[in-house]
């Protein structure tokens, strides 16, 4: 499976993400470098001005771009072997984060405990007493106040 690797940037001092047009991976003492498209002019950033974040392979349900820093809201649908439609089972709100080598989302409830569901499990998959899907839809980022839908 391939898929197109692409980065944003959040500038922290223009509050705002930006297209990253180059990064140059600098060695030793090196900071990292980002160039970033803003309408059609280019600037340059430093490690520590910006935060870099991926591009997962995914796209919601409205199509838009999951990256890391994204707040989806996970809908969970359940269907019975003998059934045809799909059940609204549950949702709960998660962070795309990239750890460990693989990207996932994760949350943690109101009692502290957290759990993560990762990307490469299947947006749909078939057991042996139904099928299970779930659908994402990007509520806003890590970076800004998410509104109460």
């Not at 997962?56 to 059934?83: A, F, H, P, Q």
Request: include cysteine.
């Amino acid at each position: 499976m391939s898929r197109e690797i692409k980065y944003r940037a959040w500038v922290k001092e223009r509050q705002a993400y930006f297209p990253v047009s180059n990064l140059f991976w600098g060695g030793g003492d090196t900071p990292l470098k980002v160039e970033i498209s803003d309408n059609g002019s280019y600037r340059e950033y430093i490690n520590g001005e910006v935060i870099i974040e991926q591009y997962t392979g995914r796209k919601d349900k409205n199509g838009k771009e999951i990256c890391e820093g994204d707040v989806c809201r996970l809908t969970y649908y359940t269907k019975s072997k003998k059934e045809r439609k799909w059940h609204k089972h549950s949702e709960d709100i998660n962070v795309v984060e990239f750890e460990d080598g693989y990207f996932k989302f994760s949350n943690t409830d109101k009692y502290g405990i957290g759990s993560e569901l990762s990307f490469s499990d299947c947006y749909e998959f078939s057991t042996a007493d139904g099928s299970y899907k779930y659908e994402a839809e990007i509520l806003g980022n890590i970076h800004k106040e998410i509104k109460k839908c």
